[in-house]
């Protein structure tokens, strides 16, 4: 899954589609028009490969933090239950990350969202588990939220001197921090 994802990527670079490569142009406009394109985006990310970084800061400059970072986490949350709903209906083949998703559940759905193409294999690869809808739901916005509130600050503050680039390693960061929680209060339960 992970493969044909990356392929689509460098497929939709190498076509240079401008919406992709950079969003804002299209955000700019009247905030009804830039909030139904920013939740198109970003819900489109599972099949697309969208920027979503950008996205989610243009939500920030556009809407402001709160607004933004919101919309940001509707649009995302969107993403991960298409992928979700993808892998139920692919569900008779088997995954090979089930029995990884199976280990760690919830956990790598929200330390996987502000991970590209991670985030969009995990949901699907979710999609063909037990896992219950509610699960996914609950997970992908724990995982969204960080990413979406930091750009969406960012993004509100002009980008302030912060760069996408550094903005990106802290949600990376933020998700690595995630993980290890996630894994220390498993080890307590044991």
Same mark, same amino acid.
């Given at each position: 899954? %992970?493969?044909?994802?990356?392929?689509?990527?460098?497929?939709?670079?190498?076509? +240079?589609?401008?919406?992709?490569?950079?969003? /804002?142009?299209?955000?700019?406009?009247?905030?009804?028009?830039?909030?139904?394109?920013?939740?198109?985006?970003?819900?489109?990310?599972?099949?697309?490969? $969208?920027?979503?970084?950008? $996205?989610?800061?243009?939500?920030?400059?556009?809407?402001?933090?709160?607004?933004?970072?919101?919309?940001?986490?509707?649009?995302?949350?969107?993403?991960?239950? &298409?992928?979700? #709903?993808?892998? +139920?209906?692919?569900?008779?083949?088997? @995954?090979?990350? +089930?029995?990884?998703?199976? =280990?760690?559940?919830?956990?790598?759905?929200?330390?996987? =969202?502000?991970?590209?193409?991670? &985030?969009?294999?995990?949901?699907?690869?979710?999609?063909?588990?037990?896992?219950? #809808? /509610?699960?996914?739901?609950?997970?992908?916005?724990?995982?969204?939220?960080?990413?979406?509130?930091?750009?969406?600050? %960012?993004?509100? /503050? @002009? @980008?302030?001197?912060?760069?996408?680039?550094?903005?990106?390693?802290?949600?990376?960061?933020?998700?690595?921090?995630?993980?290890?929680?996630?894994? /220390?209060?498993?080890?307590?339960?044991?």
């Amino acid at each position: 899954m %992970a493969a044909l994802l990356l392929a689509v990527f460098v497929v939709a670079q190498q076509a +240079r589609i401008p919406v992709l490569s950079d969003p /804002r142009p299209l955000l700019d406009g009247h905030k009804g028009v830039a909030a139904a394109a920013s939740f198109g985006l970003l819900a489109g990310d599972i099949l697309l490969p $969208v920027p979503s970084s950008l $996205v989610m800061l243009a939500n920030g400059a556009v809407f402001g933090i709160i607004p933004g970072a919101m919309l940001s986490i509707a649009g995302s949350l969107s993403a991960a239950m &298409a992928g979700f #709903w993808l892998g +139920r209906r692919g569900r008779r083949g088997r @995954a090979g990350g +089930r029995e990884w998703l199976a =280990r760690w559940g919830p956990l790598a759905i929200a330390a996987s =969202r502000p991970v590209p193409l991670l &985030a969009e294999s995990i949901a699907i690869v979710a999609g063909t588990t037990d896992l219950k #809808w /509610r699960t996914l739901i609950w997970a992908s916005a724990c995982g969204s939220a960080p990413a979406a509130l930091l750009y969406a600050w %960012a993004g509100a /503050r @002009a @980008a302030s001197g912060v760069g996408v680039t550094a903005l990106f390693g802290v949600t990376i960061v933020v998700a690595g921090a995630l993980w290890v929680i996630g894994r /220390r209060s498993g080890k307590d339960k044991e």
